[in-house]
């Protein structure tokens, strides 16, 4: 009886709405701004003949490769009239979003049989690429799309995936497929976890021990000599400077920057085992100790930091650099009594201060190179923890424009940064961590995260750049256990950076999600059964 009654419902709107119908039936993820559906469709069958506006510097492969999976046979015509698909870039840039778009499929008024996207940037134009992959279905008769407009633009312009490293070295490959997919999602940024406590993924020419010690452990081989760990694992456990300039360029022809992490002060047992008079705790017992802080007093570690980050810088066109700042356990600044000094003579009376030094440092070394810091809410000097001591009381500021990615402690801290003036990503560790298990945080509850937490003033929601979710990397030492984390939850993170709260709906997006979820078990991302997550 229902059925029937939304049957009849459908033909009066079709009849009441001329050629327009239902916007269901196109289900696209994450949910574009709007869908106008026409009663009408494109079948294109043999080579399609594509346009590529020169101006918008799109990588030809990477199209290819996209509309070979959607079912096309492109070819590349210089002239957008003789195109069938057409990428075209606004003239005057209008749109009011870099990473806004329109797509326009056989649209009225359009007397060419045509798709046509348009955007005011190379960015726009990828995201109508990956609706259009969404939009096709392959038949007898060819690739049919149906007749539509859509405009869409984010709801947040900072979407990130984290891949630690350090834990577990996946490599490139993985990292392509992972970058594939973010892009197939429209999230844009690639947080790159490089060092940690368990092994350093990056190399830095001036230090070569950071790799060729550094780099030979990880989180189930903490103790083998680089020499017992060569005959175990003889292959290379970071990536050349060749390497990373490949994954970035990679990343770019798919519209997604990359973010490294080089952690300071802590998490840098890894770096430490290889130089340990970098290390406070290190430096007094003339060996390396694990979980041993950076010694930020000594101008000569701060050097050493400086020639790290001066290559780093140089890798990566972001332009943007993470900083870490998370979990330091300051016992290993305490037991120093050179440090302890330090931090009287310059009038820092909690540890929690000395970070914020020299944090505040980096900042603005960064700066100073052209570079945005970001790093984990720690930064701030605020009590994270609920450990009154910790809480820093002078007042000296970050560098303007510092970002501060919110992970852990009251959600207020998000309100206690914005008023300090920074921007913002929402991390939210009961959220957005993609190494919890499913049973703490399931696909709906992933679905559930919105990144302006409640309450937040209206003026302030600007602050909020948007999310990131984080696969760290313990338990994931291979690639089974990797994507079963990943594996559908990051759709459901993208869809909350792209789809504002107001207009998500779990059921809905675990309908339009069909499409995708066919994809990854294809691959053999997704094993499971849905309902299982
Ligand atoms: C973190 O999870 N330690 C940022």
Redesign the pocket.
Known sequence: MRKKMIGLFAAVLFVVGGVQAQENTIEVLPKPEKITKFQDEIVLSGETAVYLDPKAGLNQEYITEVLTEAGFQPVYVTKAKKAAIVFQLNEVPSLGNDEAYGLYVKAPGNRREQIVAKADTRFGLLYALQTLRQLTSVGPDGVTVPACIISDKPAFPWRAYMQDESRHFQGAETVKNLLDEMARLKMNTFHWHLVDDQGWRIEIKKYPLLTEVGSKRDFDHMDLTPQQWDSLFPYRTYYTQDEIREIVQYADDRGIKVIPEIEVPGHASASIVAYPWIGSSSKREGKPVHGDLYDVTDPKVEEFLHDILDEVVELFPSKIVHIGG??ANYTHWQNSPEIVAFMKENNLPTCSDLQVWAINRMSKYLASKGCRMIG?NEITGDNVRGEAHVQASQSEKLAPGTIVQF??GDISLVNKAIEKGYDVVNSN?FFT?LDYPYEVTPLEKAYSFNPIPDGLAEEDKVKILGTGC?M?GEYTPNLDRLYYQVFPRIAAYAECGWTSADRRYYEDFRKRFRKIENIWKEKGYLKTQLDKY
């Open positions: 998370d979990e984990w992970w852990d560790r961590y984080q760290w």
